[in-house]
């Protein structure tokens, strides 16, 4: 029958000697028997109401020591083979017994109400009945036993979100993180998974890092134990979410960076997940994002990435792309061999996220560098993106037309870009129900048209091809962009056909000159100083500095703007010149100046650079 029936027997028949039976009370005799009886046919007998529980409740309240420990260690053996939600008279003579001096009453009454703790409801009732006091004291026992079943209950109870903050307010903490130092791997198991309970919100994350978890989770990152790994390390992540929490790991924690690097190695694949997961926020900041590659972090990064189990793509995908925004981190990613399995994951279309991870993680790699730009193309980037751009979800077109205009700013690609067709896909994106989408791909197509350089040898034939189709060509897409009421997708088309006009292509002029679509539409703007509303969406931006989308469109400053550019495309259209020739010099590093101002003969130049600058890469996170 187990040690509870065994227990039972010895308060009522193997001590006779000792002469206890007459100090049992009527009722206690009494309780005593109902209770061996219901313990014979436990199988079928509820102990959670009637009479069973009456039995219980007897022996619990009693004041002789040995029928307590006979119902805690009842409770303990019930409550293992059931759990079930249960009301306040359960739940009262098992705090009770939880408030005994006696140890076993103690080891017995905590397993017990852990076991209960494992159900919803009653986790809510445990706290709400004033269960987390007694389990505190309980925690600060000498004895192991109790200290592992009180921790385990608080872990339980630590689930449910309603009791985090209140387990927080209770001064749980602070013991709590001294057991996860424990020398008993059970009660660091327990301590540890209790604290990582704590982590799920910015409150309770505070109250644990000032309780001082921050070093002992650090350090039991190094513990032999697969579970307090994962515990700590799943903690740590989530303490990292917050900024502040990141500035304290950075000065106190100096070897957080290579320990977790190191369990990125872990046999455990959910230890591996987690670090990953846990540098990706670290990776939140910019020292972290040079640290994790000095400590050699991209040799498991990549390795996780050609995982075939899901969730270490993803996590290495998301710190991979948090890495990368550093400028001084692109090269040593692309040298470290990334790009192949950054362009065969844009094809993962069991999971968006892994994709907008790693297109996003190539549009940065190409922020900085024509070089890197230049391997990203020749990695076969572009044509991926041509083969996948239409037929993806949303939020990756996204990402992968802001790819596009970063690639495109590139004088030496352009021409590489346009033979691949990849005007064709852009153009039908210019239609999307996304105004990012949208915008994007007409910032994609505004780069792929303008060059600072021209020659005679320039070949803008891609664009007569694509003039009049898919779904409109560059005809319909100019003419929606100008006559839409958002002043920065109107921006963008009086932008694009200057450098189009430019080209100096003949066929090209012709096509515009002779366009009954658009030049109403550019009469219309030329005259009109009405604002119209701006949006700040629709032109992917830089992640190495704040926005920068047509701030100037926002005032009447760049609705002037917008028109002397609508006036410049008249000017040509209404006249007899060949090419509309640029009004000043190129230069990469001409400093800004009021673009409204037309005597200093540079403002289209200006302009340019402004509005391409404003086609940079897309904002990351």
């Known amino acids: 029958m187990g040690v509870v029936t065994s227990c039972c027997d010895s308060c009522f028949h193997s001590r006779r000697s000792q002469q206890y039976e007459p100090l049992l009370l009527e009722n206690e005799r009494e309780a005593v028997a109902d209770l061996l009886q219901y313990l014979e046919n436990r199988t079928t007998t509820n102990f959670f109401q009637g009479s069973p529980l009456t039995a219980l409740t007897t022996l619990s309240f009693s004041d002789n020591v040995d029928l307590q420990r006979s119902a805690a260690l009842a409770f303990a053996e019930i409550t293992e083979k059931e759990v079930r939600p249960v009301g306040r008279d359960t739940l009262d003579p098992i705090l009770f017994l939880l408030s005994s001096q006696d140890t076993e009453v103690q080891r017995a009454a905590s397993a017990a109400l852990g076991n209960l703790a494992v159900n919803t409801d009653n986790k809510l009732l445990i706290v709400k009945l004033g269960g987390l006091e007694p389990l505190i004291r309980q925690m600060l026992s000498p004895n192991v036993e109790v200290q592992c079943n009180a921790v385990g209950c608080v872990t339980n109870l630590a689930t449910h979100d309603d009791n985090k ?33 704590m982590t799920h919100s910015d409150e309770n994350r505070q109250q644990l890092v000032n309780a001082g978890a921050i070093p002992v989770l650090v350090s039991l990152l190094n513990s032999m134990d697969t579970d307090v790994q994962y515990y700590c390390t799943t903690a740590l992540s989530n303490i990292a979410v917050d900024g502040n929490n990141r500035k ?29 997961l846990a540098l990706r926020n670290l990776a939140s900041d910019e020292k972290y994002q040079l640290e994790i590659v000095k400590a050699d972090g991209l040799t498991s990064l990549l390795r996780l990435l050609q995982s075939t189990y899901l969730p270490l793509i993803l996590s290495s995908a998301a710190c991979v792309r948090n ?145 009049d189709k898919p779904d409109g060509g560059m005809h319909r897409y100019l003419y929606n962009f100008l006559t839409s009421v958002d002043a920065t997708f109107q921006h963008i088309a009086v932008w694009t056909i200057v450098q189009l006009l430019e080209s100096g292509d003949p066929q090209l002029i012709s096509n515009i000159r002779g366009s009954n679509l658009l030049n109403p539409s550019i009469r219309q703007l030329a005259s009109s100083r009405t604002p119209t509303p701006t949006s700040s969406v629709g032109t992917p931006r830089s992640h190495r500095s704040q926005t920068h989308s047509y701030q100037d469109t926002e005032t009447g400053e760049g609705q002037g703007e917008i028109q002397l550019l609508a006036r410049r495309i008249l000017e040509f259209v209404d006249g007899d010149a060949d090419v509309l020739v640029p009004r000043s010099v190129a230069g990469s590093h001409v400093a800004s100046s009021s673009l409204a101002d037309s005597s200093s003969g540079r403002e289209h130049e200006e302009l340019r650079r402004s509005v391409r600058e404003a086609f940079s890469s897309g904002s990351h996170h």
């Open 248 to 276: 304290k790991l950075a000065q106190s924690e100096p070897k957080l960076v290579t320990s977790l690097v190191a369990l990125m190695d872990s046999p455990s694949l959910k230890v591996q997940c987690q670090a990953a």
């Open 165 to 197: 903050t209140k387990i927080a307010k209770s001064g749980a903490l602070v013991p709590l993180t001294r057991l996860a130092r424990s020398k008993d791997m059970r009660v660091q198991r327990n301590a540890t998974g209790a604290l990582l309970n």
């Open 323 to 467: 890495v990368s925004i550093h400028p001084l981190n692109e090269s040593p990613i692309i040298e470290s061999g990334f790009l192949q399995p950054l362009i065969n994951l844009l094809s993962f279309k069991d999971n968006e996220e892994v994709q907008c991870h790693a297109i996003s993680t190539l549009r940065n790699l190409a922020a900085s560098s024509e070089k890197n730009k230049t391997a990203i193309v020749k990695a076969g980037a572009v044509q991926s993106i041509k083969e996948l751009v239409l037929e993806v979800p949303m939020n990756v077109q996204s990402e992968m037309t802001a790819c596009v205009a970063v690639l495109a700013l590139s004088d030496e690609l352009k021409g590489q870009l346009l033979e691949m067709g990849i005007c064709e896909v852009l153009i039908p994106l210019t239609n999307s129900p996304s105004s990012e989408v949208q915008g994007n791909s007409a910032a994609a197509l505004g780069n792929l048209s303008s060059k600072d350089g021209r020659t005679a040898s320039d070949d803008y034939s891609a664009f007569n091809d694509v003039w």
